[in-house]
């Protein structure tokens, strides 16, 4: 017995549903996907593993960014932003060759996922090696926030570091090359014996001084110093709320007034730690060990020399 044309139409008809369906559906999937990939802000922290971190140090250090990130006030931070998250991955490096993801992309909204971060970066075994590529690692890091899947309009290059550049890249190249994708490059700058800079960054002073006028760059950029009083964690957290806080747009430098942190709207932890009229903040007690140092931030005007882009250096 022959089927009706009713009956031999009925799987294309129900094909034509189930088409129509994926095809209506598929955008809305990918724009679903792309909105749990949108952050507040990218943010590479990369520090430094070169040979002058011993293990101890190393590991401090981790533990440093870990603490700081499940920090109370940092939390705060992250979730006061419009999307209430930021992604962070977490590099070492050293000579310049010497560049490692110690833990990717991570999305963080909350103490769980912040634990999950801390979790990784001191599981991860040591990677970097050498003598004090700053300038590789800074190209490092923006390809990693140039080449992932994550949307924001703010990106962020934390780097460390306990002495000036050495090797690879040309440290302003690399620098004003950066910043003119749309970076902005932070910096914490470690003192040992009193800050007094040696060999690269010799001429400048200080090491923060190195930091302010050679490393970092672009929109609201500013260098914080590990020294004498507060713990390594503590300068962290003080830079992440900073960082993260912010709402000065990254890259070159605008023409756009200075965000003020005690203005209407602005989170308290802000406004409490970080008063307008603050320009540097320096304490000082008895001396300790280049994780126990105090706090002080400089801020510099980011600049830009168009210059061509480096390759990749992994």
Partial sequence: MGLTNSARLMPFSSFFRIAVIVLLSSPMIAFAQAQD??????????????????DDELRLQRDGYGQAMMHPRVLEAIQFGPRGRIAVAYVEWGAPDSQHTIVDWTIISDRASAARFA???VDAPRAAFGYNSISNALVYSADLI??????SIRQIIDVSADAGNIGGIAIDLARDTVVQSGITINGLAIARGGGRPSGANRGYGTLENYFAQVVIGGAGAFVVVAGEELSFAEAVQ??????IASATPTGPART????NPSAPG???????????SSVSIRRSR???SPFGR????????GTSRYPTTPGRHR
Avoid: M, T, Y
């Fill in 37 to 54: 990939r949108a952050v507040d802000l990218e943010l590479v922290l990369a520090a430094d593993g070169s040979g002058s971190i011993d």
């Fill in 119 to 121: 979790q990784a970066l």
């Fill in 146 to 151: 140039h080449s992932n899947d994550i949307a």
């Fill in 238 to 243: 003080r830079k992440l709320i900073l960082e």
């Fill in 256 to 259: 756009l007034p200075a965000a």
């Fill in 266 to 276: 602005a989170p308290s932890f802000v406004a409490a730690d970080w008063p307008a």
């Fill in 286 to 288: 008895n001396r300790c």
């Fill in 294 to 301: 105090p706090l002080a931030v400089r801020g510099r005007a």
